[in-house]
């Protein structure tokens, strides 16, 4: 699955050319981002003079506190078209013209820009003018970021004309740059770079003080909206309950726009004392939450990449994972976990009654999640993305 660039980078951990060269990374927005934070870390070990630009910095990590350079922008927007689907929006993030001006100052010898915005426009009309090379990465595919929109192809195809590479977490990824977008191959990298950070999750020690909570517990991390699939965990839940299955919890971490209609369909269906909504927990203290779970899901409807699955794996959990989730190519199929269709409520409670009845079941998947995660770390991903900008340089 991930093809490694050559490594350029000599015993001291930077070579020469890492040294010299200026990298620049566009993010529109990092709200969500913590995870990034231990990547760059490891990347300005090996490039130095590296700077992110985004408009939404939600402030370093702990152990994280000025580890390298960030600079923030006003004027993020997003420009809303059309609403097309119930989970999806249709239209485009606004540039801020100031990046223009904060690039330039800088210098970028490479930048890598996030997907097709207008930031990388402003990152490729750089590179016309013979200052920098430009590399996007392309977090994956989903329905959304996919789409069916033929204008929004061409326009894609005449972007990725002018970069100079591209790379991206998932096969599929990769897949759909090439086969659609019409990026050469050797201008690809397939490797997982949002990947986690287990002593950044750990800041907190201890476990999650939840009264009369039932083992095994299956574990919800993301916002509470349609597109991350909530509603599907409750069915398959409720299912289980009108079966006389109680034996067991379900544990929902993480805040958003549906906070009460979660809150009334757990009063509704009667799922008090098995269904537990903890609501918003800060990136450093989700270690606990994965450490007292024994399983893992993520109903969602549409995700490009998912971290969260990779973190419960790092904790040796096994992983119920929607087909619709980037990060299943890391599930193998009876092996780790279960790939699963979230609009398919009895097959999901098919997959958790498996680990109600056999609670053996939990521990030897899970053992296999630790093996099949511990070879991506960010410090593997910052190798990975140096040896690209630098060979692009």
Known sequence: MAHLAPNNIDGTGISGKGRDTRVAWLFPSLARGYYWQPVFKEFVA???????????????????????????????????????????????????????????????????????????????????????????????????????????????????????????????????????????????LCHPCQVPDLPLLCSVAGEVGLPDIRHPVFLYVGSLSPRKGWRHLIDATRLLVGQGTQEFSVLFVGSGEQEEEMRVAIRDHQLVGIVHQVGAVA??????????????????????????????????????????????????????????????????????????QDQSLAGRLGARSLERIAPFTPARAAEALANLALQAH
């Open 46 to 188: 090996r490039c130095p003079r590296m700077a992110v630009f985004t408009c939404i910095w939600p402030g370093f990590a702990p152990g994280y506190e000025n580890a390298f350079e960030v600079h923030t922008l006003p004027g993020l927007g997003y420009i809303d078209l059309k609403k097309k689907l119930p989970d999806s929006r249709r239209g485009f993030i606004w540039t801020p013209l100031s990046i223009l001006k904060k690039l330039t100052a800088f210098g970028p010898d490479v930048v890598f820009a996030s997907g097709f915005s207008g930031w990388t426009l402003c990152a490729l009309l750089l590179r016309l003018l013979g200052r920098s090379r430009v590399i996007i990465f392309w977090e994956g595919c989903s329905v959304q970021s996919v789409g069916s929109s033929k204008v929004k192809t061409v326009l894609r195809r005449w972007i990725a004309r002018f970069a100079d590479g591209a790379v991206s977490n998932a096969d599929e990824g990769t897949t759909y740059l090439r086969d659609v977008i019409g990026m050469p191959q050797d201008k690809l």
């Open 283 to 356: 990136y450093h203290n989700l270690g606990p939450y994965y450490r007292s779970a024994d399983v893992f899901i993520s109903p969602s409807r549409a995700d490009t990449w998912g971290v969260a699955v990779l973190e419960a794996m790092a904790f040796g959990k096994p992983v119920l994972c929607s087909k619709y989730v980037g990060t299943r190519q890391m599930v193998s199929h009876g092996e780790n976990g279960f790939i699963f269709d979230p609009f398919d409520s009895p097959q999901l409670a098919g997959y958790m009654a498996k680990f109600i």
